[in-house]
């Protein structure tokens, strides 16, 4: 919203404001942010109205002409120009040197082909105006000024270019200040004044008619339209609006057309409530219908927009066709043209959220639109129209018909609100006596009566206490509240045991040399079948999205290992010497229900690429179950389409539960996803991990008596796991038993087909004592009975 301050002085004493950033400041301070502020006319310097007295050929050219001027000074002044349209006695903008002009143009003294020019005519272009500004202007010749002047006038107060201009940012709540009276109200506020009130008079042509002989008013939709006003004017003259007008609209960036159009934008300007105007002749039947339009009624608008409505728009109809859309923008049916003799002027109310549907739904945006689908004041009807027709009196553009025609079906009980003053001081931490509180509130139009108050019509945004209290402390400023400790019991903040971990895991992998990546939970469907899921698979069940960016994108993934490879392919592609990657990521799992939201599990996938081979990969995990102080197992898992089978593995809990899956990825799958070298990837579940996680850790002094080692080979089938026999190893003496590490392995066709050879080194110590060597006998004794009992291996000979 652009205010200019002229403007708002007719409503509001501004002359203690010192400076435009004071004003800027106290209007931002109490809640109206200020975009930006500007001064019209600063960027034209020295620019005076000069009177041709004379003019001469220039001797040197066939199109410039040396020009006399009487622009106010001792002597004339000699110009030249190739304008075609000067005459003697024709009174025109000057740019006298030292001079500037908009755009950073200076003008000097100078010679043209040989004859001196001390400065130069001026367009309205290069005065920055437009013909709009100026509809008697033309735009390929010299402004001819038909104003009320004299020679050595300057060209700011010719044509009121001396006007300052605030932008203001106004919040959604309110629509209120989307206006000249608005801001004023608020302006008075930060000066220490009192809005100037104006009523509008409007004197009627008496006649033999009055408005009910010309138009009637029906309206369909009550709940869409709780108020519509309408007036007619006759013997309209339309013209171009005074200049005054013209500049007051140019300053709040509205583009003059002629006086009945300028004057419904004036108004909605200065009152904040939009308005229409149609041409009587135009109204089939006399009649006004405010109604849902049909479904696929045609509609052509102002600029010249053709649109198919639905039930759910809201028009303005004649007794066969719609005339406008409510609240949005009127039809091209209808509209004023230059022989249009009567006006019917609408000043109407409709609801905010009906034409914020429509105007979305058509692809319109309008001054009109934006400031009804934020809710405007019913009462304001009246008080637009009467300023419009007494606009249209002042400018001497028709006669106002007698009468008002004021449906008003929705009319609202005012909103009161106790003034619980000892209960807005403590919400606000302030001390002020009731008695501020209702002068401060009464400044800006509510009325406080027997300790009510009433809030006033057009502050749509006033519902409870809570409101009066931003009133209160918004007028006793933002800036001056002092600063206080906190009465209540500060409870200390700290992060969550799941964000904590999450933390650790995050510390952890990327300690191990891997780089964190983070990828879409959106993908493609096709990526099930890259990854050989099975069609039969739970995880194929995917949350499907319902508007999509592409096929691509348009389900939510059940497992991130498409993701991961995705990554690694490419890097791939780069040609990256190795890559090692992890990514903490979410899954989501649909309900049975579908009313519910799915699960939103997390999984920490690894992935590495070019760099290390599965015991690399192993070792990674290891690493993160050591640090979440999980112990598992590794079983060989050969039935997981993904992996490479005989590379793959399943971590499984001491409780059963498996944590997550690792190994080497299918070369069909590395095929599908175009890697052309080895991948390997762990999927851990995280939620799982964290609730076998223990992360406390106590204190375990060094070992007083030595350790009996021993080293044992075994001969075993090849598909038997390591993990099995050092499984069985343990159970023998759980105490004793310090560790078990496997230090060879051994195949040859000595051994025979399908056997292997395997090397462990046993650790034993007791914690209070040295063991002898008959003790560890016999724990290798008991140890290589287990073996031999659970999985029928002995020593190797």
Not at 149 to 163: A, N, W
Request: hydrophobic share 40%; net charge negative.
């Amino acid at each position: 919203m652009k205010l200019s301050l002229k403007w708002a002085s007719d409503y509001v004493d501004l002359s203690k404001m010192p400076s435009l950033k004071d004003y800027s400041d106290k209007l931002t301070y109490i809640g109206q942010k200020v975009e930006g502020y500007e001064t019209l006319g600063a960027d034209i310097e020295n620019v005076k109205v000069g009177k041709i007295v004379s003019i001469e050929k220039h001797p040197d050219s066939d199109h410039m002409v040396i020009c006399q001027l009487d622009c106010g000074e001792d002597s004339l002044r000699q110009i030249v120009t190739g304008a075609q349209n000067v005459f003697e006695g024709a009174l025109v903008p000057a740019a006298i040197p030292p001079a500037k002009l908009p755009g950073g143009v200076t003008i000097k003294d100078g010679k043209l082909r040989g004859v001196e020019s001390h400065g130069m005519l001026c367009s309205i272009a290069e005065l920055g105006l437009t013909t709009h500004d100026v509809p008697y202007a033309v735009e390929d010749g010299i402004l001819i000024i038909e104003e009320n002047c004299k020679p050595g006038d300057d060209i700011h107060d010719v044509y009121m270019l001396t006007d300052d201009v605030v932008e203001f940012e106004i919040t959604s709540n309110r629509p209120d200040c989307l206006s000249v009276i608005g801001l004023a109200r608020e302006s008075a506020v930060c000066y220490g004044t009192k809005l100037i009130e104006r009523t509008p008079k409007v004197n009627f042509t008496k006649g033999d008619k009055n408005i009910n002989d010309y138009i009637s008013v029906e309206i369909s939709n009550k709940e869409k339209c709780p108020r519509y006003t309408a007036r007619v004017v006759r013997n309209v003259k339309i013209a171009p609006s005074p200049l005054w007008m013209r500049m007051r609209l140019r300053a709040a960036g509205v583009r003059p057309i002629n006086n009945i159009v300028d004057i419904t934008n004036y108004v909605m300007l200065e009152y904040g409530h939009p308005m229409h105007a149609f041409d009587y002749s135009c109204l089939e039947g006399s009649h006004i219908n405010v109604r849902d339009a049909a479904d696929g009624e045609k509609f052509i608008s102002l600029d010249n927009g053709e649109h198919i409505l639905d039930k759910n728009t809201l028009v303005i109809a004649d007794k066969k066709k719609a005339v406008a859309l409510a609240g949005i923008m009127g039809g091209l049916n209808s509209e004023i043209k230059d022989d249009t003799k009567t006006v019917v002027f609408e000043s109407a109310c409709f609801e905010g959220s009906t034409v914020r549907i429509s105007a979305k739904a058509q692809g319109m945006r309008t001054e009109s639109s934006a400031r009804f689908e934020k809710g405007l004041d019913a009462e304001n009807t009246l008080p637009a129209i009467d300023r419009a027709c007494e606009l249209v009196e002042l400018l001497g553009a028709g006669e106002v018909v007698e009468g008002t025609i004021d449906v008003y079906p929705g009319k609202k009980e005012p909103v009161r609100i106790p003034l619980e003053v000892k209960k807005i001081n403590e919400f606000l931490g302030l001390n002020v006596d009731e008695a501020y509180m209702k002068n401060a509130l009464e400044t800006i139009g509510f009325k406080v009566e027997n300790g009510i108050v009433t809030s006033p019509s057009f502050r749509i945004d006033i519902e409870c206490m809570n409101d009066l209290a931003e009133e209160v402390l918004r007028i006793y400023g933002y800036d001056t509240i002092e600063a206080t400790k906190f009465k209540a019991e500060v409870t200390p903040g700290k992060i969550s045991d799941d964000y904590a971990f999450e933390l650790l895991c995050h510390d952890t992998l990327i300690s191990a040399g891997l780089y964190e990546s983070v990828t879409f939970s959106f993908i493609s469907p096709k990526n099930y079948d890259k990854i050989a899921l099975p069609s039969d698979s739970v995880l194929r069940n995917s949350v499907v999205i319902t508007n999509p960016l592409g096929e691509d994108t348009s389900v939510m993934r059940t497992t991130a290992v498409p993701s991961m490879l995705e990554v690694l392919a490419r890097n791939c592609n780069y040609h990256d010497a190795g890559v090692s990657m992890y990514e903490m990521a979410t899954i989501y799992l649909p309900d049975d229900n579908k009313e519910n939201l799915p699960c939103e599990p997390r999984q920490i996938v690894i992935g590495k690429l070019k760099d290390g081979n599965f015991y690399d990969l192993k070792g990674v995990v290891d690493i993160l179950l050591e640090k979440a102080g999980v112990a598992a197992e590794y079983i060989a898992n050969t039935n997981n389409p993904t992996y490479h089978p005989g590379r793959c593995a399943d971590l499984v809990a001491a409780d059963g539960r498996v944590i997550g899956t690792l190994g080497e990825i299918h070369p069909k799958v590395l095929e599908n996803f175009g890697i052309s070298a080895p991948a390997y990837v762990a999927d851990i579940s995280f939620d799982t991990l964290f609730e076998l996680s223990n992360t406390e850790r106590s204190f375990k002094a060094l070992p007083k008596y030595p350790a009996a080692v021993r080293d044992l080979a075994f001969v075993c089938d090849d598909a038997l796991e390591v993990g099995a026999i050092e499984k069985v190893i343990k159970m023998a003496d759980r105490k004793t038993i310090e560790s078990v590490e496997l230090f060879d392995v051994y195949k040859g066709h000595q051994l025979g087909d399908d056997k292997k050879s395997v090397a462990f080194k046993v650790s034993m110590r007791s914690a209070d004592h040295t063991l002898t060597v008959e003790e560890a006998d016999k724990i290798l004794k008991k140890i290589l009975t287990l073996l031999e009992r659970e999985l029928g291996i002995t020593l190797r000979k």
